[in-house]
Nanobody, 116 residues
């Protein structure tokens, strides 16, 4: 079965960095685009970053452009999100996502808290 397991969240001061990882299994990882979403308290879940399968093209929400970088390793079946210059408004639960055959699969999420 499809499994997505996020790690790397935690507490960081404003201006700091974190690197999130998503370990994927149960599907042919290299064939599918991977996404990172986040959900802040009281807000809807939003798409943060996407990386395509073959070429590894990336796309970002305007709010994180220039600060976040999504990457993938098709050998290790992992997708990562490098987050720099973190702001208080980046505080959220971050979820790894893949869409397979019109179905969305999600990890359980990892909490990122940006606070001094």
């Amino acid at each position: 079965q499809v499994q997505l397991v996020e790690s790397g969240g935690g507490l960081v001061q404003p201006g700091g960095s974190l690197r999130l990882s998503c370990a994927a299994s149960g599907f042919t990882f290299s064939r599918y685009a991977m996404n990172w979403y986040r959900q802040a308290p009281g807000k809807e879940r939003e798409l943060v970053a996407t990386i395509t399968s073959a070429e590894g093209s990336t796309n970002y929400a305007d709010s994180v452009k220039g600060r976040f970088t999504i990457s993938r390793d098709n050998i290790k079946n992992t997708a990562c999100l490098q987050m720099n210059s973190l702001k208080a408004e980046d505080t959220a639960v971050y979820y790894c996502n893949v869409r397979l055959r019109s179905m969305n699969y999600w990890g359980k999420g990892t909490l990122v808290t940006v606070s001094s």
